[in-house]
């Protein structure tokens, strides 16, 4: 018989080194929490939490009339190796709304922004979670489908800016990229 009951006492508490580590570690776990609220209140990157229900097909709706409505470009986007996709880029009103789609695996359709301006940004996705992630600035949002997740947006420099998907949604998630250019 391999199992035998625990000597007692079995139980020996944290003395010593391990008593710091434990009490920074604790320590540390209040200190993120804290920040939580904080940078809520004071993040310079914040959602404003306006979000609204939508049936994906109707976003997609809504994306396709603002995409046939500003289209200003087309934007030929070298996703893999030797993948190319095309996609329309947009520009919206200064101080209009633009719609972004996230779906497997693109970003649609390609923005253009004025630098200064302030726009209503629509994201949604049209079937499965994925992560917008805005490089090189590192601004991340979760799109839902069933959700008009709406971000006030003031582009502060130009440039080029590339979308990647950082939330895990299938084979082709690796190359679900998009573009906004700020002018
Ligand atoms: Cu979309 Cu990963």
Redesign the pocket.
């Known amino acids: 018989m391999s199992l035998r009951p625990l000597t007692t006492p079995w139980f020996h508490g944290p003395a010593g080194h391990e008593k710091i580590w434990l009490g920074c570690a604790i320590l540390w776990c209040f200190v993120m929490s804290l920040m939580m609220p904080y940078w809520h209140f004071r993040g310079k990157q914040n959602s404003t939490g306006e979000a609204y229900t939508v049936r994906p097909v109707d976003f997609l709706a809504r994306t396709e009339k603002f995409v046939a409505s500003n289209r200003v470009g087309t934007f030929k986007n070298p996703i893999a190796n030797a993948l190319m996709q095309e996609l329309p880029i947009a520009e919206p009103p200064a101080g209009g709304d633009a719609y972004l789609m996230?779906?497997?695996?693109q970003w649609y359709p390609a923005l253009r922004l004025r630098q200064g301006e302030t726009y209503r940004l629509h994201l949604s996705?049209l079937d499965?979670?994925?992560?917008f992630s805005l490089q090189p600035l590192n601004m991340n949002f979760q799109?839902l489908p069933g959700y008009d997740h709406v971000l006030t947006l003031t582009p502060t420099s130009k440039g080029e800016f590339t979308i990647v998907?950082?939330?895990?949604?299938?084979a082709?998630?690796?190359a679900?990229t998009g573009k906004i250019f700020v002018e």
């Open positions: 996230g779906r497997m695996w996705s499965l979670q994925h992560g799109v998907c950082n939330e895990f949604c299938g082709g998630h690796h679900m």
